[in-house]
C-alpha cells in the first residue's frame, strides 16, 4: 500500500484559537460572570432573608404557645435573676433540656451565662456578621458567649402623633443607658397578655431585627436586665425611639436602633405572629405608632 505524503513545499494545517480569539473567549467569560454575580447574591440574600423571617415565625409562635400555658408574655427581663425571655421561649422551642439546666435563682447573670455557650440557631439572622457578645463579662473560661439578632420591643419612646401626648417611659436613673419605655410588649419584669393590645394585634410590633455590626453592644442572649452605676438596661429589648431604622446609632443603650444586613429596612414580628419587613424609609410617625399596645393610634406599618 502507497503511504500518501504531503508534497514538499506544503505545510500541514493544525487547528487551533489564536491568542486573540482566547483573549476574546475569556472577556466574554469575564463579562458573564459579572452580570450573573449580583443575581446569585440576590438569590442568596433572598433566601437569608426567608430565613430570617422563618426565625421570627418560629419566635412568634413559642411566645404564643407560652401565652397559652402561663396566660401572659414572659417579661423582657427578670430583675430577680437578670434572665431574657429568650431564656423562658426555650421549652417551646424544643429545648426544654438547656432550660432545666439553667439556674434560675435570685442573683446577677454571672453564674448563668454558660448556657449562652450554647447557640441557638433561630436566635441568630443568617445575615448577621456578630454571632457573639462583644464584651469580656459575656465570657465564660475565656469563651464568648452567643447572642441574639431578635430583641424584644419595650415601646415607643416621644410624643404620640394621636394625643401629642408623651409615651410612657420610665427614666433611667442615672440617664447613661436611656429609659425604658412601658407601652410596649416585652420590658423589665413585664406580665401582658393579650387582652393588654387594644391596638390589635396585626398593629403592635413584637419582636425587631438588630443584626447589624454594633460593636460592643452584643450581648450573651441569656441576658435580660442589668443595672450599674450608668443606669438600667433591659439587654434582650429595646425601645423604638428617635433612631431610624438601619441608622446605626448604638446610643443610648436602650434606644439602639432597629436594622439589619438586609437592604433597605428590617424585619419585625407583629403580636399576631406575622412578619413584616419594614423599610428604614417607614414614616416614623406610624413606626412609633406600631410599637405601642395602646396608643390608641389607628396607623399600621404596611
Known sequence: MQTLLPKPGIARRHSAFTL??????????????????PAVQQAREAARRMQCSNN??????????????????PAGGYISNQLSWHVSILPFLEQSALHQ??????????????????????YLCPSGTVDRGAHSSD???????????????????????????????????????GGIARQGMLFDNSKIS????????????FVGEISWNRNDKYRGWIR?????????????CKNVSANPINSEIASPWNDVAFGSH??????FLRCDGSVKFVTENVDHAIYLATASRDGGEPRVVE
Open 20 to 37: 486573540v480569539e482566547l483573549l476574546v473567549v475569556i472577556a466574554i467569560i469575564g463579562v458573564l460572570v459579572a452580570l450573573l454575580l
Open 56 to 73: 421570627l415565625k418560629q419566635l412568634g409562635l413559642a411566645l404564643h404557645n407560652y401565652h397559652d400555658t402561663h396566660q401572659v408574655f
Open 101 to 122: 439546666s439553667i439556674n434560675f435563682n435570685q442573683g446577677t447573670y454571672h453564674s448563668k451565662m454558660p448556657a449562652a455557650l450554647n447557640n441557638i440557631p433561630g
Open 139 to 177: 465570657e465564660v473560661g475565656g469563651v464568648r458567649t452567643f447572642t441574639t439578632h431578635y430583641y424584644g420591643i419595650s415601646g415607643p419612646s416621644g410624643t404620640n402623633p394621636m394625643t401629642n401626648n408623651p409615651y410612657i417611659v420610665e427614666p433611667g436613673s442615672p440617664p447613661s443607658h
Open 194 to 205: 393579650f387582652r393588654s393590645v387594644t391596638d390589635g394585634t396585626s398593629n403592635t410590633l
Open 224 to 236: 435580660g436586665y442589668f443595672t450599674d452605676s450608668h443606669g438600667t438596661l433591659v439587654v434582650g
Open 262 to 267: 438586609h437592604p433597605g429596612g428590617a424585619q
